[in-house]
């Protein structure tokens, strides 16, 4: 029997977006709660729905070597307003996915707005739903509001979870000096020749890469609050500052790794590091710095990245910055349907579930509408196999940690290492025997082959 009263999603985000967006082209009435710009965060700078607070990057969209880009094509066939978007509003980025933030936003706000079974309240929930609310999403994510993450965490008895997420700068494009730096994607990957030269480059030689580490480890830093002190960062996403103090060439072999480019105003001479900068808007007006997360102050931020060659006048259009994330222990705590054990009325997706990474956020919102409608529509609730992306992701959050290991289960960005393994070609399509680094490639071919085939099937069931 189908039940009419509405699906309640709390937060627009990535995850909140595509929730309500799945739930409603299923049948089910949705009403989605999102607080801003009632109550803003530290993070957000608009009143748009599935706002990209740091990177406008979605990564690479490789369906057959690489997860997420297996992700991308799983959602694209689930009919992923998100994917849809990032499709529509995509900018120069080589072989990854980025977008047009304010565009690729303000598309995803009018698509949620114009849908007849969504309605949106501009509205904080503080606390606990409502009990009368028999149906309720919690995709509030890493910026949950501390009203209502002390209630969820008391009412299931978990204390509280959380890591730091650092924001990259985002520059003006007609403030670098392309006299020292060039366009140029990592071995010139991409279809297009505007792909192929998607980023812009700015090359240091060894006495500016050590002069530059050592301005950025004696630089002020946000200061921590005492109870934040024992917060573990997010690996994925470290400050540089925290990487450049893990050894002095670590930045070199990470985001300043000169491999795969060639100086176009020095050809002979091979930069000894290089920070990289990507296209963060369709009119190409707007460049973030890749991998650059950062938790200097604002001051010392200008300061030392002036010191990159080519971004001697740099003017920045936002500076870092870095913010506490909130997660649940969703092993513990949810159901193999993302349900809160203690109130299987609640559902969680998105970062607060475990997830890192705007797609993977998004991913899990797909698997908690289209889950919270089945439910609703009187229709049995089946998973997607694990061999998928989207299986895998879901059985990471709700199973995937050691009983009793302290710090077992951390955010993950989807990886085939949470996929069942697979028997992969020994043999080419000639016969010849696969080795080496081949053997890796083909083994991640036979995983995405499988994935795709077992995520057609579940949408067809």
């Known amino acids: 029997m189908t039940d009419m009263t509405p699906i309640h999603i709390i937060g627009g985000g990535m995850a909140g977006s595509e929730a309500a967006w799945q739930a409603a082209n299923a049948g089910a009435r949705v009403v989605l709660h999102e607080m801003r710009p009632v109550r803003p965060t530290f993070a957000h700078q608009t009143e748009g729905l599935a706002e990209l607070v740091c990177s406008n990057s979605f990564r690479s969209d490789d369906a057959e070597t690489n997860a997420v880009g297996l992700l991308h094509e799983e959602m694209r066939r689930a009919g992923s307003l998100i994917m849809a978007m990032g499709d529509k509003h995509q900018v120069p980025a080589g072989g990854a996915l980025a977008v047009d933030r304010e565009a690729f936003s303000a598309d995803v706000t009018a698509a949620i707005e114009n849908h007849p079974n969504i309605e949106i309240v501009?509205?904080?929930?503080?606390?606990?739903?409502?009990?009368?609310?028999?149906?309720?999403?919690?995709?509030?994510?890493?910026?949950?509001?501390?009203a209502?993450?002390?209630?969820?965490?008391?009412?299931?008895?978990?204390?509280?979870?959380?890591?730091?997420?650092?924001?990259?700068?985002?520059?003006y494009a007609e403030s670098i000096n392309m006299d020292v730096a060039w366009k140029q994607s990592r071995y010139d990957k991409g279809d297009t020749e505007e792909d192929r030269a998607a980023y812009i480059n700015c090359p240091m030689d060894k006495d500016q890469y050590e002069a530059f580490v050592d301005a950025l480890l004696a630089a002020d830093k946000t200061e921590f609050k005492e109870w934040e002190k024992d917060t573990p960062y997010f690996d994925a996403c470290l400050p540089i500052e925290v990487m450049a103090e893990r050894g002095r060439e670590t930045l070199r072999h990470g985001p300043m790794k000169p491999r795969g480019l060639t100086n176009a105003h020095d050809p002979d001479t091979k930069p000894y590091a290089v920070v990289q900068l990507r296209q963060d808007?369709?009119?190409?007006?707007?460049?973030?710095?890749?991998?650059?997360?950062?938790?200097?102050?604002?001051?010392?931020?200008?300061?030392?990245?002036?010191?990159?060659?080519?971004?001697?006048?740099?003017?920045?259009?936002?500076?870092?910055?870095?913010?506490?994330?909130?997660?649940?222990?969703?092993?513990?705590?949810?159901?193999?349907?993302?349900?809160?054990k203690a109130r299987p009325a609640l559902r969680f997706a998105g970062q607060i579930t475990g997830v890192e990474g705007y797609v993977e956020s998004a991913s899990m919102g797909l698997l908690a509408g289209r889950f919270a409608a089945a439910e609703k529509m009187g229709r049995e609730i089946t998973p997607p196999p694990a061999t998928t992306a989207l299986g895998a992701l879901l059985t990471h959050?709700?199973?995937?940690?050691?009983?009793?290991?302290?710090?077992?289960?951390?955010?993950?960005?989807?990886?085939?290492?949470?996929?069942?393994?697979?028997?992969?070609?020994?043999?080419?399509?000639?016969?010849?025997?696969?080795?080496?680094?081949?053997?890796?490639?083909?083994?991640?071919?036979?995983?995405?082959?499988?994935?795709?085939?077992?995520?057609?099937?579940?949408?067809?069931?």
Do not use: C
């Not at 209502?148 to 520059?171: K, R, T, Y």
């Not at 259009?317 to 222990?329: C, D, P, W």
């Open 122 to 146: 501009r509205e904080e929930i503080a606390g606990l739903p409502p009990e009368d609310w028999d149906s309720v999403i919690v995709a509030t994510g890493p910026l949950t509001s501390p």
């Open 148 to 171: 209502l993450a002390e209630a969820v965490h008391e009412l299931s008895g978990e204390g509280e979870l959380a890591f730091f997420d650092a924001i990259a700068p985002i520059l």
């Open 397 to 461: 959050i709700t199973t995937g940690h050691v009983p009793g290991k302290k710090g077992a289960f951390q955010p993950m960005n989807v990886n085939f290492g949470l996929f069942p393994e697979i028997e992969a070609p020994t043999k080419d399509a000639d016969g010849k025997r696969i080795k080496g680094k081949e053997k890796s490639v083909a083994k991640k071919r036979a995983m995405s082959a499988r994935a795709l085939s077992d995520i057609d099937a579940w949408l067809k069931a």
């Open 281 to 340: 808007n369709a009119l190409g007006t707007l460049f973030n710095m890749v991998g650059f997360q950062t938790k200097m102050k604002y001051g010392a931020q200008t300061d030392v990245f002036k010191m990159i060659p080519g971004l001697e006048n740099a003017s920045f259009a936002r500076l870092g910055g870095i913010h506490r994330n909130t997660f649940l222990h969703s092993p513990k705590l949810l159901d193999g349907a993302m349900r809160l």
